[in-house]
Each structure stands twice: as structure tokens, then as C-alpha cells.
């Protein structure tokens, strides 16, 4: 190991610092339910914009052969086809044009007529980059099987929770895991960004990291549980807490660096793809602090957790607050 | 304690050096690795199609076409059993998906009833418990029967059409020419085309559009189609359309004189008289007997020749055609006759196949979304690698060198197993990599945490990957869990994405703690034989 230089690394944060955390729970938790229930009734109200795997129709992604792709000329061109609703968009960059067509009546064949007669107005200007057509049997398929998948991981999640830790845990687990799902869903209702497959990926990407930084939190809960036997619960939750900002916040650091430079240099195709997976992970590290623990906070667990750990009495001031607070530990 | 056997060192490190020699081929371009000796592993990471450029295709089986032509085939049958029992009928049609047969004496009953009876074949399998009828023969009153086809028959049918037109399909699809095709069953009534590099479609889709479904037939000597239409259709007969307006309607028996399955050749040609463009094709010897027979008998007379049930051309027999070689003519274009000539050859599909899902990838796209992968890629990973280094100094390189094994890992994995990467595939890829991090930051926080508590340095390196240790596990096999679901729950990309995931959980364990372990070990190691104060460099 002669070849590598010993040297210390950067240690920024703050070791003493010691948040509360607690304190604000309340507040935390109605702010998180609020903005679920504003993602719900977006979800409700606005719908989403959902691409051709879950709409079905068919998508056209084209480069002008020619300079920059006259948007204008092409919706009076494809205006007059006849074959519904045309919607045309600028791709990334100028000479990327992006079209939908919508499904058309007639099924299928029909579909394939509508899309030659698209070809042909476009003309030999216009190089055909991406295609997409998806029939109406599939589409319906699709969507369920995403929303199915989604709901599996959530269920695989708990169960797995539920049995290394306890109901609460798992259930603090599930309520932060769908806050991250809603809200993502949330905002993509809100600026009608599209809806497809792909982000069905990126919503079970954040349901990943999210589970990893909650259990991560509700791990160290557990060991302190078994280490501080009678310490107040919410000054042991703020304590676990504390304990693992500083991996949370270098951790969400590092995942945010990565999917910022997918999000800047990784293309079009995924772009949306990308900005759900950011806005997932930020939100999934703040429902990991704000609404696992916090749930907690309020439903109480076990405390009696097997192995070791000095059983440190506990101070007055926060046995009357437990009474307070209603819970009652055997 | 910390401290790693011999053995257990030497497997490490060869689990690394075996990961770097199989994703090797993958770094390089295919011609170069080509180039390489054979005993060398060759095996390059395949791409998915969103990434490499092609066509993807999901079609869909008419199951009411099967249903049909089954129905036709058993209303045959039916007509040459109850001859050959020598039973007199007076009518046999379909209707309500049943053949209905009426026969012309009720003493024949107890025979007819014998004859049909004799269709119904035992399906499914014994061994399961399965089996069934493929047919019920029912009678409601002596002289009328109903020959049901049952759901489980229909079934059987349906998957045994599916691989007859899977073949058809890659033949067709073959003919075109292209590389490395996958074309599979999914699902029950389905068939997924998948074309690398394929990116105009048209001709693909004209290809595999058209069920090419040929038969010669017998024109009724007297009735036209407009009286027959007035009147009525003679038993046997049917009225048939012409293709474009060119054809004719005519009333044509029904049952065929000869079969496109009984084709052996079709060649696209010119007519040497008037240029036009025409297909050669030939008879096997079955077939041709039974062409030269019945052309014998009609000289002079038209014959109509079928296409998906549409006349394309009614020529009228000028002489004896006996040696099973013929040509069709009918208002084709040279590309029509060439596409129509592989659709004959490669045989016609038991069904209609409607395309009910289409994505294609043109190259480029596919180039430039590798492209903005790379850059990516490299500028992600040098945010991460400076980030770890300077928040972990010397560990941090450990921590770094860990990924790079993580990395190799996952696509060593992947390539072994010839799973392609997909775009969705990459974000498991990122999340993997997150999560090693992870892994490494939880282990590094915690011995910073276990000496500020006081510990000695190799104390606190030892509980810090103990201690971290459960946690890792929890949270990477939480989300193992969720992967495995994705995989048997999702379809396509969510699968695909799945698939990575699983991947990269095994593999960040592995790199992020065991190999980060042990270069940890090793520098212990020197640190020792240095003999210097022991300071954690972390």
C-alpha cells in the first residue's frame, strides 16, 4: 500500500450537533400529509399526462435533415391528414420534433394508415429517429402492471420490514414510501409532464432508495433502543436521527451528483426520467427523517429488544413527558 | 477481528480478476474482439433495443381466425365421414360456432351419430388431469347434429397456430435478411419480433402483415356472381370479391381443387410477353397431380386464384398444366411480386397477426443516447469519486476502488447471463452505485463514530464494518425484495430494470464490503511493518 498517500479525509459535519427533530413532528407530519393529499387530488383533478404506453396512440420522435425543424409548417401539414388530434413539439433541440398521434377508430390497421399518411406529408426533410405505437389492449395492460408493480414493491417492502423490525416500523416505512410516490406523482400532475413507462421505473427506483435511507434511520432507532433502554422515545428518536445525518446527507449528496449529471448530460429520451428520479430521492430523504421516525414518535414501539446496552435511567423530565404523552411501556 | 485467510484472499481476488476478464470484450468494439485468440471469453454486454437501435414488434393472434378456419375444417370433415359411412345429408353449415349437420334419412341417425362421434379427439394431459374432448357431438333431435369445438380445444388450437406462425414469422422475417431476429411466443396468444438495427419498418410490417393465405378454386361453370347474390348461393359454393377493381366477383367452390401449403417454390419473374411482373411457382408432387387432374377436366373453363380470401386472378385454363409448374399473374409491382413471393415461400400464417405494439429506435438516436450515457457517466463518476475521496481521504480510495469492482461485477453478471442493458437498466445501475456508496459511507461514518467514542483504531474499524454491516444487509435486502417482485410482476423495461437491480445488490455487497475489507486489511498490513503511530486515515 506504499504507492497510495495516507491522507485524512474531510470530516464537514457536525458531530455534536444535535437537531430536534421531535419537536417539530407535528408539523412535519401535516405538512407531508397535506402535500399528499394536494398530490391526490391533483392526481384527481389535473390527471396525468400519460404517454403512448399507457394512452396508447402512436409517438414519433423526427430530426430535420434540413436546419432547425419548422414547427408551424408541420402542424398545418399534418393539421389537414384527417386523422385527429396531431400534437407537435420541439425535441431537446431545434431540428428534434416530437409527434403524437392519437389512436385512432378502427384498431390497429387503422393506426398504421394514419402513421403512413404522417411518413408521406413528412417527406424525405425529416430522418425518423424513435417510433412508438401502442395498441389499446396493451396500453390498458401496461397500466396495470405498473401500478401493480409499484403496489408489489410497497407490499414486498413492508413484509420484509415488518420481520426484521416491528409493525411500526414497517408501517412508518410504507407511509414515507407512498409520500415519495404521491408527491412524484404529485408534480408530475401539477406540470403535466408525461407519464410513462420509464418513470414507472424511476417511481420504483425512489421506492429503493427511499426504503435504504428509512431503514437505515430505523436501524439505528433499534440499536439505540437496545443500547438506551429507558430513554425517552423522542429523545432517542432525535437521537438516531442525529446520529445518521451525516450519512444521510453525504449519501443524498453523492446519489443527487449522479442524477444531476444524467439529468444535464444523459439526453432527451430520459430526461423526465431523470427529474422524477431527483425530485424522488430528495423527497425520499426527507420523508425518511420527517415521516418515519415521527410516525414513530407517535405510535410507540417495544422496548424491550433483545441484546445488550446499558440501561441508563432515564431523566425525570422525560418520564413526566412519556406520561404525558400517554404511552406505556411493559 | 480483522484478518482474512489465504484462500479466502486468493478467492477475492480472483472473483475481481475473473469479473475484469469477462467484461473485457465488452470495452472493446466487436471487429477488434473478433481478432482475438479463441480460447479468449468473447462475450460482449448485449444491449437493449432503446439503446442499440431496432425494431420491436408484439402481435397479436386473431383467435376468432382460428376458431373460423377450425370451424371450416371440421365442417370438411364432417361432409367426408358421414360420405364415407355412406349417410345421405341434406345440409351442413356453421352457425353459432358449431358445425350444424342435418342429414336426409332419420334411420341413418344411429351411424351419423357414429361417424361424428369418431372426430372428437382426446386433448390435454392424463398425467395432470386434464384431458377433454377437443370436439362435443351433440344431437338435439335424430336427424340434426352440432359439432362444438370446446374452450379447451380452441386452446390447444390457438398455441399450436402460435409456433406454426412463429416459424412462418422468422422466415419471412429471415428473408429480409437481417441479423439475429428473436421472435417468441408471449403469453398465450402472442408473438414478440424483436430486429436489431432495423429501423425502417414498412416492409417489415407488409411482411409479416399478411397472412398469404394462397388456394386454386373451381369457378361455378353457369352462375355469376350478381344472379347467385340475387337467387341464391348453390350448397359447396361461395361468393368471393375480387381484389381492387380489376377482379370480378365470382362464385367459386368453396373447397379448394389445390392448397398454398402444397407449394414447394415461388419465385418472383417477368411475363417474357408482356413484362409484367408475375410469380413463378412449382407444386409439390401431390399437388401437382391434383392440379393436372382437375386442369385436365376444365380446359377451357376459368380457374380463380385466392389470395386472403380475394381473387387476385381468375385466368381461364387454355391447356393442361401437368407438370406442377405454373405462374400467377394479377396487377402486382416488382416489389409486391418479390414480397408476395416470400410470403408464399415461407408458407402462410394460421391467422390473422395485428400489430399491437411498435417501438422502433433508429441507430442514431440509439448512438447518441449511448453517447450522452458516456458523458454522463464519466462526469457522475468524477463527482463521485471526488466526493468519497475527499470526505474519506485515503479510505475514500479504497471506498472508489470498491465501485470499480462493483462495476465490473455487474457487467460481468450481466453479460454471463445475456441480459441486455436497457435505459431503464442504467438507473438500476445508478441506484446500485448509490447504493455502494452508501454501503461504504455507513461503514466510514461509523468508525469515525466508534473513535470518537474512544476506540482504538483497529477496534473501531473492526466494529464500524460489524456494526454497519446489519444495516447494509437490511437495507440492500429490503430492496432485493422489491426487485425480485418488480422481476416476476413487470413487463419490458421494468424488468429489465429489475434485473440490473438484483444484479447490482449482489455485486455492491461483495465490492463495497468484502474487497473494501481487504484493502483495508492490507494497509493495516503495511501499516504495521511501517511501525508508525496508527492514525485512521478516514
Known amino acids: 500500500m506504499m504507492f497510495i498517500p495516507n491522507f485524512k479525509g474531510y470530516d464537514f459535519f457536525p458531530h455534536n450537533l444535535r437537531l430536534p427533530f421531535m419537536r417539530y413532528k407535528g408539523l412535519a407530519l401535516g405538512a407531508s400529509f397535506i402535500g399528499m393529499a394536494l398530490s391526490l387530488a391533483l392526481f384527481f383533478t389535473l390527471g396525468l399526462n400519460y404517454g403512448v404506453d399507457f394512452k396508447g396512440g402512436s409517438m414519433l420522435e423526427v430530426q430535420s435533415t434540413k436546419g432547425p425543424a419548422d414547427i408551424g409548417e408541420l402542424r398545418e401539414k399534418l393539421g389537414k391528414l384527417g386523422i385527429g388530434g396531431v400534437q407537435i413539439q420541439s425535441f431537446g433541440t431545434p431540428t428534434d420534433v416530437l409527434i403524437r398521434i392519437e389512436q385512432q377508430e378502427g384498431g390497429e390497421p387503422a393506426q398504421q394508415v394514419a402513421l403512413k399518411k404522417v411518413l408521406d406529408a413528412l417527406g424525405t426533410n425529416y430522418q425518423q429517429r424513435r417510433f412508438e405505437t401502442v395498441g389499446a389492449a396493451v396500453s390498458s395492460e401496461l397500466r396495470w402492471t405498473g401500478f401493480y408493480a409499484v403496489v408489489a414493491g410497497l407490499v414486498a417492502i413492508m413484509a420484509y420490514v415488518w420481520f426484521r423490525f416491528d409493525w411500526q416500523f414497517a408501517l412508518g416505512a410504507v407511509v414515507s414510501l407512498m409520500h415519495d410516490v404521491l408527491l412524484t406523482v404529485g408534480v408530475f400532475s401539477l406540470f403535466q409532464l408525461e407519464f410513462d413507462l420509464s418513470i414507472v421505473a424511476a417511481l420504483l427506483t425512489i421506492l429503493g432508495y427511499s426504503v435504504n435511507d428509512t431503514v437505515v434511520v430505523s436501524d439505528r432507532i433499534r440499536e439505540n433502543l437496545r443500547k438506551y433502554k429507558r430513554m425517552e422515545l423522542n429523545e432517542l428518536l432525535d437521537l438516531s436521527i442525529n446520529e445518521t445525518l451525516s450519512r444521510t446527507i453525504l449519501t443524498g449528496c453523492t446519489a443527487v451528483a449522479v442524477l444531476l449529471a444524467l439529468y444535464i448530460f444523459g439526453g432527451e429520451v430520459i430526461r423526465n426520467f431523470n427529474f422524477a428520479m431527483l425530485f424522488g430521492i430528495v423527497v425520499g430523504t426527507y420523508s425518511s427523517i420527517f415521516i418515519g421516525a415521527p410516525l414513530l414518535g407517535y405510535l410507540g414501539v417495544k422496548r424491550e429488544w433483545g441484546g445488550g446496552g446499558s440501561s441508563k435511567p432515564a431523566t425525570a423530565a422525560a418520564e413526566r413527558a412519556k406520561q404525558r404523552a400517554g404511552m406505556v411501556y411493559k | 477481528m480483522l484478518t482474512f485467510s489465504r484462500w479466502k484472499q486468493i478467492t477475492i481476488l480472483a472473483v475481481c480478476l475473473l469479473g475484469l476478464i469477462i467484461v473485457l470484450p465488452s470495452l472493446f468494439p466487436k471487429e477488434t474482439v473478433d481478432k482475438w485468440p479463441a480460447w479468449f471469453p468473447r462475450k460482449q454486454l448485449s444491449l437493449g433495443l432503446d439503446?442499440?437501435?431496432?425494431?420491436?414488434?408484439?402481435?397479436?393472434?386473431?383467435?376468432?381466425?382460428?376458431?373460423?378456419?377450425?370451424?371450416?375444417?371440421?365442417?370438411?370433415?364432417?361432409?367426408?365421414?358421414?360420405?364415407?359411412?355412406?349417410?345421405?345429408?341434406?345440409?351442413?353449415?356453421?352457425?353459432?360456432?358449431?358445425?350444424?349437420?342435418?342429414?336426409?334419412?332419420?334411420?341413418?341417425?344411429?351411424?351419423?351419430?357414429?361417424?361424428?362421434?369418431?372426430?372428437?379427439?382426446?386433448?390435454?394431459?392424463?398425467?395432470?388431469?386434464?384431458?377433454?374432448?377437443?370436439?362435443?357431438?351433440?344431437?338435439?333431435?335424430?336427424?340434426?347434429?352440432?359439432?362444438?369445438?370446446?374452450?379447451?380445444?380452441?386452446?390447444?388450437?390457438?398455441?399450436?397456430?402460435?409456433?406454426?406462425?412463429?416459424?412462418?414469422?422468422?422466415?419471412?422475417?429471415?428473408?429480409?435478411?437481417?441479423?439475429?431476429?428473436?421472435?417468441?411466443?408471449?403469453?398465450?396468444?402472442?408473438?414478440?419480433?424483436?430486429?436489431?438495427?432495423?429501423?425502417?419498418?414498412?416492409?417489415?410490417?407488409?411482411?409479416?402483415?399478411?397472412?398469404?393465405?394462397?388456394?386454386?378454386?373451381?369457378?361455378?361453370?353457369?352462375?355469376?356472381?350478381?344472379?347467385?347474390?340475387?337467387?341464391?348461393?348453390?350448397?359447396?359454393?361461395?361468393?368471393?370479391?375480387?381484389?381492387?377493381?380489376?377482379?370480378?366477383?365470382?362464385?367459386?367452390?368453396?373447397?379448394?381443387?389445390?392448397?398454398?401449403?402444397?407449394?414447394?417454390?415461388?419465385?418472383?419473374?417477368?411475363?417474357?410477353?408482356?413484362?409484367?411482373?408475375?410469380?413463378?411457382?412449382?407444386?409439390?408432387?401431390?399437388?401437382?397431380?391434383?392440379?393436372?387432374?382437375?386442369?385436365?377436366?376444365?380446359?377451357?373453363?376459368?380457374?380463380?386464384?385466392?389470395?386472403?380470401?380475394?381473387?387476385?386472378?381468375?385466368?381461364?385454363?387454355?391447356?393442361?398444366?401437368?407438370?406442377?409448374?405454373?405462374?400467377?399473374?394479377?396487377?402486382?409491382?416488382?416489389?409486391?411480386?418479390?414480397?408476395?413471393?416470400?410470403?408464399?415461400?415461407?408458407?402462410?400464417?394460421?391467422?390473422?397477426?395485428?400489430?399491437?405494439?411498435?417501438?422502433?429506435?433508429?441507430?442514431?438516436?440509439?448512438?447518441?443516447?449511448?453517447?450522452?450515457?458516456?458523458?454522463?457517466?464519466?462526469?457522475?463518476?468524477?463527482?463521485?469519486?471526488?466526493?468519497?475521496?475527499?470526505?474519506?481521504?485515503?479510505?475514500?480510495?479504497?471506498?472508489?476502488?470498491?465501485?470499480?469492482?462493483?462495476?465490473?461485477?455487474?457487467?460481468?453478471?450481466?453479460?454471463?447471463?445475456?441480459?441486455?442493458?436497457?435505459?431503464?437498466?442504467?438507473?438500476?445501475?445508478?441506484?446500485?452505485?448509490?447504493?455502494?456508496?452508501?454501503?461504504?459511507?455507513?461503514?466510514?461514518?461509523?468508525?469515525?463514530?466508534?473513535?470518537?467514542?474512544?476506540?482504538?483504531?483497529?477496534?473501531?474499524?473492526?466494529?464500524?464494518?460489524?456494526?454497519?454491516?446489519?444495516?447494509?444487509?437490511?437495507?440492500?435486502?429490503?430492496?432485493?425484495?422489491?426487485?425480485?417482485?418488480?422481476?416476476?410482476?413487470?413487463?419490458?423495461?421494468?424488468?429489465?430494470?429489475?434485473?440490473?437491480?438484483?444484479?447490482?445488490?449482489?455485486?455492491?455487497?461483495?465490492?463495497?464490503?468484502?474487497?473494501?475489507?481487504?484493502?483495508?486489511?492490507?494497509?493495516?498490513?503495511?501499516?504495521?511493518?511501517?511501525?508508525?503511530?496508527?492514525?485512521?486515515?478516514?
Request: aromatic fraction near 6%; charge should be neutral; include cysteine.
Open chain 2, 51 to 538: 439503446l442499440r437501435g431496432g425494431a420491436h414488434l408484439l402481435l397479436a393472434m386473431e383467435v376468432n381466425d382460428v376458431r373460423k378456419d377450425w370451424l371450416d375444417t371440421l365442417r370438411d370433415d364432417a361432409r367426408r365421414r358421414l360420405r364415407e359411412a355412406k349417410v345421405g345429408v341434406s345440409a351442413v353449415g356453421i352457425s353459432n360456432n358449431a358445425v350444424q349437420v342435418r342429414i336426409a334419412k332419420v334411420e341413418d341417425s344411429a351411424a351419423a351419430l357414429k361417424a361424428l362421434k369418431e372426430m372428437s379427439q382426446q386433448i390435454g394431459n392424463p398425467l395432470f388431469g386434464t384431458t377433454g374432448q377437443d370436439v362435443e357431438v351433440t344431437s338435439s333431435d335424430p336427424s340434426s347434429f352440432a359439432i362444438t369445438p370446446s374452450e379447451q380445444g380452441l386452446q390447444q388450437r390457438v398455441i399450436n397456430a402460435l409456433s406454426a406462425a412463429i416459424e412462418t414469422v422468422r422466415r419471412r422475417v429471415d428473408a429480409m435478411g437481417t441479423t439475429e431476429p428473436t421472435i417468441i411466443r408471449e403469453g398465450a396468444s402472442r408473438i414478440l419480433v424483436q430486429v436489431p438495427g432495423l429501423q425502417d419498418t414498412v416492409q417489415l410490417k407488409e411482411l409479416i402483415g399478411k397472412t398469404a393465405r394462397l388456394s386454386f378454386h373451381e369457378v361455378h361453370p353457369s352462375l355469376s356472381a350478381a344472379d347467385a347474390k340475387a337467387s341464391r348461393v348453390p350448397p359447396g359454393y361461395k361468393i368471393y370479391q375480387g381484389e381492387n377493381k380489376t377482379e370480378a366477383d365470382l362464385v367459386l367452390r368453396e373447397t379448394p381443387v389445390v392448397r398454398g401449403d402444397e407449394l414447394t417454390s415461388a419465385n418472383p419473374a417477368f411475363d417474357s410477353r408482356t413484362n409484367e411482373p408475375i410469380i413463378d411457382f412449382g407444386f409439390n408432387n401431390a399437388g401437382a397431380r391434383k392440379f393436372g387432374k382437375f386442369t385436365q377436366d376444365h380446359v377451357g373453363q376459368p380457374f380463380a386464384i385466392i389470395l386472403d380470401d380475394k381473387i387476385i386472378s381468375a385466368p381461364v385454363i387454355r391447356e393442361p398444366i401437368l407438370g406442377g409448374r405454373g405462374q400467377i399473374s394479377g396487377s402486382f409491382t416488382p416489389e409486391s411480386s418479390n414480397q408476395l413471393a416470400i410470403q408464399l415461400r415461407s408458407g402462410a400464417l394460421p391467422a390473422k397477426l395485428t400489430i399491437i405494439e411498435e417501438r422502433t429506435v433508429g441507430p442514431s438516436l440509439g448512438n447518441d443516447s449511448i453517447e450522452a450515457g458516456k458523458v454522463a457517466g464519466i462526469v457522475g463518476g468524477i463527482a463521485v469519486i471526488a466526493m468519497t475521496v475527499f470526505a474519506y481521504g485515503t479510505f475514500g480510495i479504497f471506498a472508489v476502488v470498491g465501485l470499480i469492482v462493483h462495476g465490473l461485477l455487474t457487467v460481468a453478471i450481466m453479460s454471463l447471463l445475456g441480459a441486455a442493458l436497457t435505459l431503464p437498466g442504467i438507473a438500476g445501475f445508478v441506484l446500485t452505485i448509490a447504493m455502494a456508496v452508501d454501503a461504504n459511507v455507513l461503514i466510514y461514518e461509523r468508525i469515525r463514530e466508534e473513535l470518537r467514542a474512544g476506540k482504538s483504531a483497529i477496534a473501531a474499524i473492526d466494529a464500524g464494518f460489524t456494526r454497519a454491516f446489519i444495516t447494509i444487509a437490511d437495507s440492500q435486502l429490503t430492496t432485493l425484495a422489491c426487485a425480485l417482485v418488480m422481476f416476476w410482476l413487470g413487463a419490458g423495461p421494468i424488468r429489465g430494470f429489475a434485473v440490473t437491480l438484483t444484479v447490482g445488490i449482489c455485486t455492491s455487497i461483495f465490492a463495497a464490503v468484502t474487497v473494501v475489507r481487504l484493502l483495508i486489511y492490507y494497509w493495516l498490513n503495511s501499516m504495521k511493518r511501517a511501525k508508525g503511530p496508527l492514525t485512521l486515515p478516514v
